[in-house]
């Protein structure tokens, strides 16, 4: 079992930058991947970035905040950070940290992480 905990959201203006925060715990020696999702109010939650979290670790982004987010890690802390810049109204959401170990599913599927913190949220004003 890994659990999740999410932290740093908050209410900002739009241009400025937010740095988000997923300390894990557990049983992490099997997770693959950590990833963050979003979900705004009445849609589907949405993929954000991911990365590797053995060897040199790739990193995927989606294109909506490739260029403005960054995703970093801390093995040494087993925790996984995501730099947001530029942030944009359509930014706002609530943001889900999640944990995957080694499946079928594509990186930006849902579905392959069985692990998710409870959610921090964004808000992101004009």
């Known amino acids: 079992q890994v659990q999740l905990v999410e932290s740093g959201g908050g209410l900002v203006q739009a241009g400025d930058s937010l740095r988000l925060s997923c300390a894990a715990s557990?049983?992490?020696?099997?997770?693959?991947?950590m990833g963050w999702f979003r979900q705004a109010p009445g849609k589907d939650r949405e993929f954000v970035s991911a990365?590797?979290?053995?060897?040199?670790?790739?990193?995927y982004y989606a294109d909506s905040v490739k260029g403005r987010f960054t995703i970093s890690r801390d093995n040494a802390k087993n925790t996984v950070y995501l730099q947001m810049n530029s942030l944009k109204p359509d930014d706002t959401a609530v943001y889900y940290c999640?944990?995957?170990?080694?499946?079928?599913?594509?990186?930006?599927?849902?579905?392959?992480?069985?692990?998710w913190g409870q959610g921090t949220q964004v808000t992101v004003s004009s």
């Open positions: 990365i590797v979290t053995w060897s040199v670790g790739s990193t």
């Open positions: 557990g049983r992490t020696a099997s997770t693959y991947a």
């Open positions: 999640a944990a995957r170990a080694l499946t079928t599913q594509t990186m930006s599927d849902h579905r392959g992480y069985g692990y």
